[in-house]
C-alpha cells in the first residue's frame, strides 16, 4: 500500500469557519441569497492546489510539484495523484505500440482449427460476424465496438492529448474532452476480458478438434498486456494539471 | 491504521467546504459553477438523479437476466444431433471435460458476478435513503469491488463468439449462438451503467462530523 499522506484538510473548527466565510456564497452574502452566480470576492484560482476527492468528496491540499510519489484518499484510500518521471512519453509510446499491434491482430488469422481432416480459420473479423445473423445483428456491432472500436478510440484519444504534452507544446484543440472521452471509454474497452474469453473457448474446443492460434492472437495478447501496464502509468490527476497549466500558457 | 494529524471527525468535504468539486478531474470551485474550469465537465455537488438513474438501469438488467438464464446460449450441431447449452450448461460441461480451473472462471464471471451485481448495487441505493456512518467503509469497498468487476461477465458473450466463428466445420460439427448470448450481453451493459450511474459520494454524506 502507498505511503498516506497527512494532506487532508483536517475538519478544524478555525479552518471549516474560514472556508465557509471564504468561499460559502450563501454565508457571506447573507442567508437569503441563493449560491447561484459565480463568487466575486472568490479567485477560482487559488482553488487550484485543493483537490477533492472523485469517490467521496474529501478536501485534500495538493502535494508540492516533483513530489514523485504515490498520495491516497485519506478517507476511502482511493490513489489521488500517482506521478511518474517522463510519464507522458511512455503512454504515448505505448498506445502507439498498441494501436500497430491491434492493427496486426485485425489483419492476420486469430485462431485456426483443425479436426477430421477439416480445418478452419477465424479472424478477429470473423468473431465479429459470429452474431450477423438475424435478430442477434446488434450483439455483432457490441462486439466489434468492445474489443476493436472502443479500445482504438481509447488509444485515439489518449495519444491525441499526450503526444503534445510529450513535446513540451499547449494542448491540441479539443483535448480535454478527447481526454474526457479516454477516460469515460475505460470501462467499455474490453480486449483484457476478451483475451480470457480466448483461453475458455481454447479449453472448450481441445477435446473436439485440434487449435492452433496465428500471429493475430499472440498480437492482440500483446496488446492486452501493453494497455494494462498503461493504465498504470496514467495518473489522470497530473494530466489535468498539465493540460490545464499549458493551456493557460498559451 | 494510525492516522496522525487527523481527527476523530470526519474530513472536510468539498461540499462542506462550501465547494462543488468536478467528479472528472478533482478540480474544486466555489458552489454554483457549473461548469468544470479545468476540464469542461458538467458540476454537480451530488448527481441529484443517480439513485433514479441507478435503479432504472438496476430494472432492466434484472429484467434481461432472466431470459439470459433460460435460453440456451450455444447451439451445438454435430453429426446432425442438436444440443442447447445455457450459461449455467456451458459451466457443467466444463466440469464434465475435467477443466476445474476454466469452470471456476467461468462460473465467476457468468454466475456468481451477475447475481452478486443484482443484490449490491439496490443494497447501496437502498442504504443512501437510510445511512449509518459505521458501514461506509464496507459499502464504499463493495461499490469498488461491483464497478472494477462488472465488465469481466462479458467473457461468456465473446467465448460464444469465437466458439461460433470458429466451430464451422460443414456437416461434422458447428456451433451457433443462442437468443440467451443478447440477453446476457445486454443485462452485463445495463448494470455496468447503473454502477456508473452510482455517485459514490452519496456513500459518505452520513458519515459523522458532516451533517450541515
Ligand atoms: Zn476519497
Ligand atoms: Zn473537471
Known amino acids: 500500500m502507498g505511503k498516506r ?37 472568490v479567485d477560482p484560482a487559488i482553488l487550484k492546489d485543493l483537490v477533492a476527492c472523485p469517490s467521496c468528496d474529501t478536501l485534500h491540499r495538493l502535494p508540492d510539484a516533483g513530489m514523485n510519489q504515490r498520495a491516497r484518499c485519506v478517507r476511502c484510500h482511493r490513489v489521488l495523484i500517482n506521478p511518474r518521471d517522463s510519464a507522458m512519453t511512455k503512454i504515448v509510446m505505448m498506445a502507439l505500440t498498441a494501436t500497430i499491434l491491434m492493427i496486426a491482430a485485425i489483419a492476420f488469422p486469430f485462431l485456426s482449427l483443425q479436426s477430421h481432416g477439416l480445418s478452419q480459420r477465424s479472424s478477429i473479423i470473423d468473431v465479429i460476424e459470429a452474431f450477423s445473423e438475424g435478430m442477434m445483428l446488434p450483439l455483432s456491432f457490441a462486439v466489434a465496438a468492445l474489443i476493436v472500436v472502443l479500445p482504438m478510440m481509447r488509444l485515439a484519444a489518449i495519444m491525441y492529448v499526450l503526444a503534445p504534452m510529450s513535446f513540451g507544446w499547449a494542448p491540441a484543440k479539443g483535448a480535454m474532452t478527447a481526454f474526457r472521452l479516454a477516460e469515460a471509454l475505460k470501462p467499455w474497452a474490453m480486449a483484457e476480458v476478451f483475451i480470457v474469453g480466448v483461453a475458455v473457448a481454447v479449453v472448450k474446443v481441445s477435446g473436439l478438434a485440434h487449435l492452433s492460434m496465428g500471429p493475430a492472437f499472440w498480437a492482440f495478447a500483446a496488446l492486452v498486456l501493453v494497455t494494462v501496464w498503461n493504465d498504470t502509468f496514467m495518473c489522470r490527476l497530473t494530466i489535468w494539471r498539465t493540460l490545464e497549466s499549458r493551456a493557460a500558457r498559451r | 491504521m494510525a492516522n496522525a494529524g487527523i481527527p476523530r471527525r470526519a474530513p472536510l ?16 470551485h466555489p458552489l454554483g459553477f457549473t461548469t468544470c474550469l479545468r ?28 431470459p439470459a438464464n433460460l435460453y440456451p446460449m450455444l447451439v451445438t450441431t454435430s453429426l446432425g444431433k442438436t444440443s442447447e447449452n445455457t450459461l449455467l450448461g456451458g459451466v457443467i460441461e466444463l466440469v464434465h471435460i475435467g477443466s476445474y480451473g476454466v469452470a471456476g472462471i467461468v462460473f465467476f464471471a457468468s454466475i456468481m458476478i451477475p447475481i452478486g451485481k443484482m443484490f449490491a448495487i439496490p443494497y447501496l441505493a437502498i442504504k443512501v435513503a437510510r445511512p449509518d456512518s459505521r458501514s461506509a467503509h464496507l459499502r464504499h469497498w463493495l461499490f469498488e469491488v461491483v464497478e472494477f468487476i462488472g465488465r469481466w461477465s462479458m467473457v461468456d458473450v465473446f467465448v460464444v463468439a469465437i466458439l461460433s466463428s470458429l466451430v464451422q466445420l460443414g456437416g461434422v460439427v458447428s456451433i451457433k449462438p443462442g437468443f440467451a448470448a443478447l440477453c446476457f450481453a445486454l443485462s452485463v451493459a445495463f448494470t455496468m451503467l447503473a454502477a456508473i450511474s452510482f455517485d459514490s459520494r452519496l456513500i459518505w454524506d ?4 458532516n451533517a450541515e
Request: hydrophobic letters at 50%; a positive charge.
Open chain 1, 5 to 41: 499522506i497527512n494532506y487532508a484538510l483536517a475538519a478544524h473548527p478555525s479552518f471549516q469557519a474560514r472556508w465557509s466565510l471564504a468561499l460559502n456564497p450563501a454565508m457571506a452574502y447573507g442567508p437569503g441569497m441563493r449560491p447561484l452566480s459565480i463568487v466575486p470576492a
Open chain 2, 39 to 66: 476540464c469542461g465537465a458538467a458540476l454537480s455537488s451530488r448527481d441529484p438523479f443517480s439513485l433514479q438513474k441507478v435503479w432504472a438501469w438496476w430494472l432492466v438488467g434484472l429484467m434481461v437476466y432472466i
Open chain 2, 13 to 28: 468535504t468539498a461540499r462542506a467546504a462550501g465547494l462543488v468539486a468536478c467528479h472528472e478531474c478533482g478540480r474544486v
Open chain 2, 206 to 209: 452520513a458519515d459523522k462530523g
